[in-house]
């Protein structure tokens, strides 16, 4: 049998050799063709070129490196378990039951000291994974080491701790086995049927020695084949950066050799690999080159064909010149992910304009980070983008499950309810997810039915008051859970009577139609979810918890096919946890915490080869050994804090401390995956950064390999001009509408038909457009009906605020208001609306004669005091001040009953104005209410003052008064009160075409005044400021309502009421 080796550095020259390496067929159809690869978007890419270059492909084994190795060993040694008991993922719960057992010993005493402190249980477990992950390098980069260690040549804590593992499964871990199974292929005692008959090692630009070792000796009982991705035909093992020959000792900076720059900084795993292969004792089959150059004469060939032939081998560059025009490299710096994502689109975008046989499935978008750029991605290309503006079919691939669609995050949210006090934010936010409120037969629109329910009824936290005696509060049961759903109850059976209180309990009457029913389903979950955050408390072993784990599934979520993928993937992870736990034979009880962190970090990985070539654009994360060759590499996010990544080993780990070739470093993987994107790139290499600031657009470096990469070519291209390669990177603007972009000058550009379009219509005429082009038609009752019928109350309604009307009774806008987000915790003190509202209600209590007092368990129950005596005191403090009102209500009215409500029925020009006037008394119209005088009081009181005078006549008149909480509108009899309602039925009128300039608090300041300065408070700079208000904004946006229109309106309107003031005479 035969190792061949066959080395390239396309990976196109490698698949077309493997067609004739596995074209001859095996002993059997029904027989698997095995193929190693490292990545399942490798697997992906490979099957799909197998099928296009020989026509069919089917029956491939694609197994991982290690999942290949360890299936020879149990071939080989049938008494290995499926899984090794030194697999990371079981060695971690062995470690938890053993070190316990270990601290004792004089040896661990380093350990004692870090476990000591608190949250001993997770600190125990997050140690035995950091250690388990230590061994697992240990295993296949330190054989010799744990060897050691096995003959007990060594007494520190690493050692004494690997020994026990070892007794309790001797002969089992990696280095072991690898002992053994080479033993028995030595001596020819490898059982029949163990060697695969064909073995294939694809796509390779590194493999540990330990890998390595197992391949070459396998090659003797089957032809073993491994094709590697080399960047380079030279000898270029001795190659290294000016910085690293620097740090060596005298005598290896002798052989050393500085070379080519991008090989010499970024090349070091392949170099390692290059030696390892060198050193091979066994090449029966040979190595073959497949070395090709890269087509072409642009700047990305040559950069490419530059590394193949070491052309800087002599260390005496050439310069080669670049046609200026060529935009096979380009670099972009941008404000921030957002932006980078819109530039890319925009890019590529031209590159289908540029290149007409270009597919989306030719181009592949790495980044470092995917899961920060997923969004900002789905965003851009997703859609909500102007029509005439390109879609581009894309795929998102290597995302955790936690970003599927939120299913994780609400299961390990449910988990986390235990920390928290049961807040109603956290259990409305586990409702809100589709897959739960599904399951408990609630739709959108009964959530928003329950938020409502949830806000009357002030729930804020805990279940009862037991839960607030535990956490060292006092007792109270307001706003709690409890309360609320005892409040909901009762309302479904009787009606909530001004304050009639059933058993303490204030019904909360809002139940409509199915209203029942949902409230049921609403109080079955949160039974459900209290049960699950006390039952969690409770420790339990891995089995344990994986029946709970699958509990809470099948109780909260719901298997429809919106979420089948992720119940799925959370139950297989589910299940993984009772294999670890008959796996590594951890049978203690392990709390809540423990889980959560063994969840997180499993929901955490990504979910490999999904969403990988599936016909559009591919984003991925940059993964080492995903060097697949595509017509243009994008990389997003190369930043200078994010890659390369930085080498975290533990303190313990003692491979920092004597490091090796082959020894693997995040650092130098992410150094040599640049280098092979660059290699990969077959026509463009599009590279992006986040390179300016978007708070003050200072400039931030990018990665230190894109400046190494700028800094090569630099040294070694020239376009004829003295801004190479500095032309090579575009700084492009804050905002994808800046002019620039559309101006045809400076290379900037964009396809963005919608940003254009604005920026058109900015350059023709600079001046906001009318909200209304042109006023509204008469309302079809006035063209009807000579005499339109006018309701007082629409009259009010019209003037407290025109736009509004305007925009609600005749365009049909309905501004919602922004829903205000539900409060955690009880209110600590009330809020301007709730005092009102309950300053009004003592006051009416106290004008019918009532004592205060009885208010105040309604006002507890209703959950809008403060908890305990701090309400009482709160309650207090209004009924004080309410009182001072009172007795100014009662001389006012010389507590006499009020007079019955008057019909009104007045023809008002052409109409008849009608409706209903109370509050009327033997001194006239008198209202109260417990606020400030304001600009809406103002007019609502004029309008009933003049109603009320036309109704009296001239001969009697009458007066009309308000007391507010700040002082009173007292206003004098009405000579002429029809003249002054005609004039606001006029303004009506307008209003109802077009947006009236009269708005009650900024129409006031000035007409009291005669000064702008002071309707400019009101309208823009005033506590509240009237100017933004929605409906204002949506009208005038930035015009600026305060004009002539305004002056001359405010003052017609006010000039009349200020006359009959008491006060200004």
């Not at 089959?285 to 064909?305: K, S």
Request: charge should be negative; proline fraction near 7%.
């Amino acid at each position: 049998m035969s190792l061949t080796i066959y080395t390239s550095n396309r990976m196109e020259a490698l698949v077309e050799q493997l067609c004739a390496v596995v074209e001859p067929p095996l002993s059997s159809p029904f027989v698997p063709e095995t193929i190693v690869v490292q990545s399942r978007g490798m697997e992906r890419w490979l099957a799909m070129e197998l099928a296009k270059r020989l026509g069919i492909w089917a029956n491939g084994s694609y197994p991982f490196p290690n999942a290949f190795v360890w299936s020879l060993f149990r071939a080989a040694l049938p008494h290995l378990p499926d899984q090794s008991p030194f697999d990371p993922a079981i060695l971690t719960w062995r470690i938890m039951d053993l070190l316990p057992r270990l601290l004792p010993e004089p040896a661990f005493g380093q350990l004692r000291g870090y476990l000591a402190g608190e949250d001993r249980e997770l600190r125990l477990y997050q140690l035995a994974a950091r250690i388990a992950d230590t061994f697992d390098q240990y295993t296949v980069f330190r054989g010799d080491l744990l060897t050691a260690w096995e003959t007990g040549r060594d007494q520190q804590w690493q050692a004494r701790l690997w020994r026990a593992l070892t007794a309790d499964s001797p002969g089992t871990h990696r280095g072991a086995v690898r002992d053994a199974f080479l033993k028995q292929l030595a001596g020819g005692r490898l059982p029949a049927g163990v060697c695969p008959e064909r073995v294939s090692v694809f796509g390779i630009s590194y493999l540990p020695p330990f890998h390595l070792e197992i391949f070459t000796s396998l090659a003797r009982l089957c032809p073993v084949n491994l094709f590697v991705l080399s960047p380079c035909r030279e000898y270029w093992g001795d190659i290294v950066s000016p910085g690293a020959r620097a740090r060596m000792t005298p005598e290896r900076r002798q052989q050393a050799v500085e070379g080519h720059p991008l090989l010499a900084s970024l090349g070091k795993p392949g170099r390692d690999f290059s030696s390892l292969i060198l050193a091979c004792d066994d090449l029966s089959g040979g190595e073959r080159d497949l070395y090709a150059e890269a087509p072409g004469e642009t700047l990305l060939a040559a950069v490419q064909n530059g590394i193949l032939t070491l052309d800087e081998a002599d260390g005496t560059p050439r310069l080669v010149r670049v046609d200026p025009g060529d935009r096979s490299i380009g670099i972009h710096s941008c404000h921030g992910p957002m932006r980078e994502a819109e530039v890319l689109h925009d890019v590529l975008l031209a590159m289908f304009e540029e290149l007409p046989d270009l597919t989306p499935r030719d181009i592949i978008v790495m980044t470092p980070d995917i899961e920060t750029y997923a969004p900002y991605v789905a965003a851009v290309f997703g859609g909500g983008q102007d029509q005439q503006r390109r879609r581009i079919p894309f795929s998102i691939a290597d995302r955790s499950i936690r970003c599927a669609g939120g299913a994780a995050d609400t299961f390990l949210a449910i988990l986390d309810l235990p920390l928290g006090r049961f807040p109603v934010t956290d259990v409305l936010d586990i409702l809100e997810t589709g897959a739960v409120h599904r399951r408990f037969g609630i739709d959108e629109a009964g959530l928003e039915q329950i938020r409502s329910w949830v806000e009357a009824t002030r729930i804020r936290w805990g279940m009862d008051e037991n839960e607030r005696r535990a956490a060292g509060l006092p007792a109270y049961r307001e706003n709690s859970w409890q309360a609320g759903l005892d409040r909901l109850l009762l309302g479904v059976a009787m009606p909530d009577e001004e304050g009639a209180m059933f058993g303490g309990i204030l019904p909360h009457d809002a139940m409509e139609g199915d209203g029942p029913v949902l409230l049921g389903r609403f109080i079955r979950f949160v039974e459900a979810l209290d049960r699950v955050r006390r039952d969690l408390v409770r420790p339990r072993s891995l089995e344990g918890w994986t029946a709970t784990l699958r509990g809470i599934l099948a109780d909260f979520f719901n298997p429809d096919d919106a979420t089948a993928f992720e119940r799925a993937a959370l139950g297989r992870i589910v299940d993984g946890l009772g294999e670890l736990g008959a796996g590594s034979g951890f049978t203690d009880e392990v709390g809540r915490s423990v889980i959560r962190a063994w969840l997180g970090e499993r929901l955490d990985k990504p979910e490999q080869g999904l969403g990988f070539m599936t016909g559009g654009v591919t984003f991925c994360a940059m993964l080492p050994m995903r060097s697949i060759p595509f017509r243009v590499i994008c990389l997003l996010g190369v930043n200078d804090d994010s890659f390369p990544r930085r080498d975290r080993a533990a303190g313990f780990d003692l491979m920092t401390a004597d490091r090796r070739p082959g020894d693997r470093s995040l650092r130098e993987e992410d150094r040599y995956l640049f280098l092979e994107a660059i290699l990969s790139a077959r026509e463009r290499l599009v590279i992006s950064y986040t390179g300016q600031s978007v708070r003050d657009n200072a400039e931030l470096p990018p990665s230190v390999l894109v400046s190494e990469f700028l800094d090569y070519l630099g040294s070694r291209f020239t376009d004829g001009t003295d801004r190479f390669p500095a032309s090579l990177v575009t700084r492009h603007r804050l905002q994808p509408f800046s002019p620039a972009y559309f101006s045809g000058t400076g290379g900037l550009f964009s396809y963005a038909a919608e940003e254009c379009r604005a920026l058109s219509r900015r350059g023709r005429d600079d001046a906001p457009r009318p909200f209304l082009e042109h006023p509204l038609a008469s309302p079809a009752s006035a063209l009807a009906d000579e005499t339109e019928i006018l309701p007082l109350a629409q009259l009010i309604s019209f003037f407290e605020h025109p736009v509004r009307y305007l925009m609600r009774h005749r365009l049909g806008i309905r501004l919602e208001e922004s829903r205000s987000p539900l409060e955690g915790r009880e209110p600590f003190a009330l809020d301007s609306l709730d005092a009102f509202l309950l300053e009004q209600e003592i006051l009416d209590h106290i004008l019918a004669g009532g004592d205060p007092a009885d208010l105040l368990p309604v006002a507890r129950a209703r959950g809008g005091l403060p908890p305990a005596r701090q309400g009482e005191l709160a309650f207090a403090g209004l009924t004080a001040r309410v009182r001072d009102l009172a007795d100014r209500v009662r001389l006012a009215t010389s507590s006499l009953p009020p007079f019955e409500p008057v019909t009104v029925d007045l023809r008002v020009g052409e109409r008849r104005l009608v409706g209903e006037l109370g509050s009327l008394w033997p001194a006239g119209l008198i209202r109260w209410r417990c606020a400030r005088l304001s600009g809406r009081d103002h007019i609502r009181l004029w309008i009933e003052h003049l109603v009320l005078n036309a109704l009296a006549g001239p001969a009697t008149g009458a007066a009309s008064r308000l007391l507010a909480a700040d002082g009173e509108l007292a206003l004098r009899p009405v000579a002429d009160p029809l003249a002054h309602l005609e004039a606001l039925v006029s303004y009506y009128r307008q209003g109802s075409r077009e947006p009236l300039r009269f708005f009650p608090r900024s129409s006031l300041a000035f007409a009291r005044t005669g000064e702008m300065a002071a309707a400019r408070t009101a309208w823009e700079g005033d506590f509240y400021p009237e100017g933004d208000d929605p409906y204002h904004a949506l009208c005038f946006g930035t015009a600026d309502p305060l004009d002539d229109a305004f002056r001359e309106t405010s003052v017609a309107i006010l000039t009349p009421l200020l006359a009959h003031r008491e006060d200004e005479r």
